[in-house]
């Protein structure tokens, strides 16, 4: 079954302190990762594409990479601008027009 | 206005209501979505649109029905909703279904 899991659940950091998101996935045949961020009570918002393992997408303090297995968002000196929930999706590679969602990680960022 | 509008923002009713949803997308798209979101739960696609025809439908029960009469324009209606429907119904817009999705802000819609 296609699945996607990200980690942690829940992600407590120190303004200026770096760190990791991590999104597993189980989909014979990736056609494109997806990451959005979603602020309480909004609906997510576009960041990045990844289309194949080794490729890197930045945008300000966020940078996603692409393995096999796995995709990580790293945040690079966060901000508390940059608390929010982070959400990972993958194209369903039978039915391009289906996005599967991971339950997000909840980041936030203390000053 | 710009990207994807969705109105309510905010919907209470009670079980034996009528309500719809209405989502507008001022990006030239020509997909549409309908999604559930609730706590602690991936987003769930619900319904599917390209080119103003349905394409996806995700065992979805019927008392929601979906309707688009052009590429732009998508409505979501509501009839003899159980509390376990409440959530956030996100409307998400694509260039051509196979690229990345834009959503609304969504509606938050409680069944009492």
């Known amino acids: 079954e296609d699945q996607v899991t990200q980690s942690p659940e829940a992600l407590r950091l120190q303004e200026g302190e770096s760190s990791s998101l991590n999104c597993s996935y189980t989909v014979s045949g990736l056609r494109g990762l997806f990451w959005y961020r979603q602020d309480p009570g909004k609906g997510p918002e576009f960041l990045f594409t990844?289309?194949?393992a080794g490729e890197e997408k930045e945008k300000e303090r966020l940078k996603a990479t692409l393995t096999k297995k796995e995709s990580f968002l790293h945040i690079t000196a966060p901000k508390p601008e940059d608390s929010a929930t982070y959400l990972c999706a993958v194209q369903d590679p039978y039915n391009t027009d289906k996005l599967i969602f991971g339950t997000g990680t909840r980041l936030q960022v203390f000053p | 206005e710009t990207g994807v509008t969705q109105t309510p923002r905010h919907l209470v009713m009670g079980m034996t209501n009528k309500k719809s949803l209405k989502c507008e997308q001022h990006?030239?798209?020509?997909?549409m979505y309908w999604y559930k979101q609730s706590a602690k739960k991936p987003l769930e696609l619900m319904f599917v649109y390209s080119l103003e025809e349905r394409v996806e439908n995700n065992s979805v029960p019927s008392r929601f029905s979906p309707e688009c009469p052009n590429s732009s324009h998508l409505f979501l209606h509501l009839h003899t909703l159980q509390p376990e429907d409440s959530a956030l119904y996100l409307c998400a817009s694509s260039p051509d279904g196979y690229n990345e999705q834009f959503f609304g802000p969504g509606t938050r819609l409680t069944v009492l």
């Open positions: 990844l289309y194949s």
């Open positions: 990006l030239g798209h020509n997909a």
